[in-house]
């Protein structure tokens, strides 16, 4: 068994989330903006009272600038429309407990619990609290045949996501990714690429969430993703070992490249960015290159468009394309580090 | 034969298809083969969303044609939500959607039930009962491996034994 610490270097974060309705009110294609105030409003008031005033973050994303909706979004490790509705839509963030709730995107309600590395318990823990202050307050869209009712029908029932996103260079790598995606599915989870389109992954991060929202309970889908999480760890792991024991030449050639690429580059897209973070972090979990995983992903957090564009705007680099604004970012971070150690 | 994905190209790309030694091939059109790069080495997880967008595919087409318009016509009486923009938007519009679509959205909800599911919120779970539905959720979705890649000669064997054990779970239940 591992311990927790060798579990981070395959695990990047691990989420729960829950959607909900407001019972009686019309979904939000359907619903008036009169509708949203009130949501906002029963929410936020929940919010002062579990959380506290003064503990929490409150971004308007109707009205808020682009960038800051991505940031958020990439620190958030979630998805939400940057257009304009006639509606309000908020996220309020509890960042001391990695909680936060977002509301009028596609459900009325979105409850989301982030941890790093892999602590799918408190994640749960977390998203669970603030689930109970919410359901004592506001009344809960359900039938008895299909649970808790959402918008989008494909999670009805538990209306419960639980997740995992992984690091799997050495899979990605081999092609041994197929086989891990049929061997989840029996373990009723999905595998898909967390940055890219379809399957081809930028960077080999990959999301594991559950398929089952119907006939299933909310402790049965945490351990769903337990036994599916500890798989593909012991797939890449076993990979890896493997990797480094036939071609050790060739993974240090890799990971050494990329931190030389990030410490010099001009310009760097985020599809070539994310595969040389991918590779440095790989190499700083094999003990390649001695730089923790915690730099590795704050290096991942900084080549995101929505940091890139916040930084843009603060340094007045809006006339430079972002590719580059990307590629001083890493220069500013990774050439130091890179100095010390050659 | 036209392209089993797009149904607009006539297919000229031949995929072979190796899940766990099963064979079987997919007939697509250059643009579709081009656009999922799965030309040359096409790595398992592109193999697997192909065989897996090919069913949906059919799926969508056989349904279009027979009840396109009996669906259209089709309305929530509660909130105005039609067939159509659901079809389109995959978003439903009020609680009593899901009654007004009900036949439709069956297909949906199948796919995000856990087969052999015991009602989760009226049972407890009791600990002997628990291997047995693995065992059964396993098998099922072998069997629906099976149906997908056409190999019926399995499907058949995981079928029976997948109401064998369903029977036995029946007899246990009703003698406690
Ligand atoms: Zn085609
Ligand atoms: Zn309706």
Redesign the pocket.
């Known amino acids: 068994m591992m311990d927790k610490k060798d579990e981070r270097m395959f695990v990047f974060k691990t989420s729960v989330r829950f959607f909900r309705n407001v019972k009686d009110v ?1 979904f939000v294609s ?1 619903f008036s903006p009169d509708d949203a105030e009130d949501i906002n409003r029963n929410v936020k008031s929940v919010c002062d009272g579990e959380w506290g005033e003064d503990k929490y973050d409150t971004l308007n994303i109707n009205k808020a600038e682009k960038c800051d909706i991505l940031y958020w979004c990439d620190e958030n490790c979630c998805n939400v429309r940057t257009g304009g509705t006639e509606y309000e839509r908020m996220a309020f963030t509890n960042s001391a407990k990695g909680t936060s709730i977002v509301t009028n995107e596609s459900e009325h309600i979105l409850v989301q619990s982030i941890k790093d590395g892999c602590d799918i318990d408190s994640a749960y823990k977390n998203a669970c609290e603030t689930m109970n202050a919410l359901s004592r307050r506001i009344p809960f869209a359900a039938s008895e045949k299909y649970g808790f009712l959402t918008a989008v029908p494909f999670c009805a029932g538990t209306a419960m996501k639980a997740g995992a996103l992984v690091h799997l260079p050495a899979l990605a790598m081999t092609n041994g990714l197929g086989k891990l995606t049929e061997r989840l599915a029996g373990e009723g989870a999905n595998l898909k690429p967390f940055f890219g389109e379809r399957d081809v992954s930028f960077g080999a991060f990959y999301q594991i969430t559950n398929i089952f929202t119907l006939g299933i309970t909310e402790d049965e889908t945490v351990n769903y993703i337990k036994t599916a999480v500890d798989m593909a760890i012991e797939a890449e792991d076993e990979c890896r070992s493997e990797l480094v024991s036939t071609k050790e030449r060739e993974i240090y050639n890799i990971v050494w490249r990329s931190l030389g690429v990030l410490a010099v580059a001009r310009r760097l897209d985020l599809k070539e960015f994310m595969t040389h973070v991918s590779n440095i972090r790989m190499g700083a979990e094999l003990g390649i290159i001695d730089i923790d995983a915690d730099f590795a992903d704050e290096l991942f957090l900084y080549g995101q468009n929505g940091y890139v564009d916040r930084y843009s705007v603060r340094f007045s680099l809006e006339n430079e394309i972002a590719d580059d604004v990307r590629a001083r970012i890493m220069r500013e971070n990774v050439a130091p580090v890179l100095r010390k150690m050659i | 034969m036209m392209c089993q994905l797009c149904g607009k190209r006539p297919a000229n790309v031949c995929i072979n298809i190796d899940i766990n030694g099963n064979k079987s091939q997919r007939f697509i059109c250059d643009k579709c083969a081009d656009e999922r790069k799965i030309k040359e080495n096409p790595s398992g997880a592109a193999i697997l969303a192909l065989v897996n967008d090919i069913r949906a595919a059919n799926l969508s087409r056989q349904q279009s044609e027979s009840d396109k318009n009996e669906q259209a016509e089709r309305i ?6 039609t067939y159509k923009e659901f079809a389109k938007t995959f978003m ?6 899901y009654e ?1 679509f009900e036949d439709m959205i069956k297909p949906l909800v199948e796919s995000i039930t856990k087969p052999s599911a015991v009602s989760a919120q009226s049972e407890k779970p009791q600990n002997d009962a628990v291997p047995d539905r693995n065992q059964i959720l396993k098998l099922k979705l072998l069997l629906k491996q099976c149906v997908e890649r056409e190999d019926y000669e399995n499907a058949a064997k995981f079928r029976d034994k997948i109401a064998e054990l369903e029977a036995g779970k029946h007899e246990a239940k009703n003698d406690g």
């Open positions: 019309p359907r | 929530c009486k509660s909130c105005g939500m439903l519009g009020c609680e009593d959607c007004s």
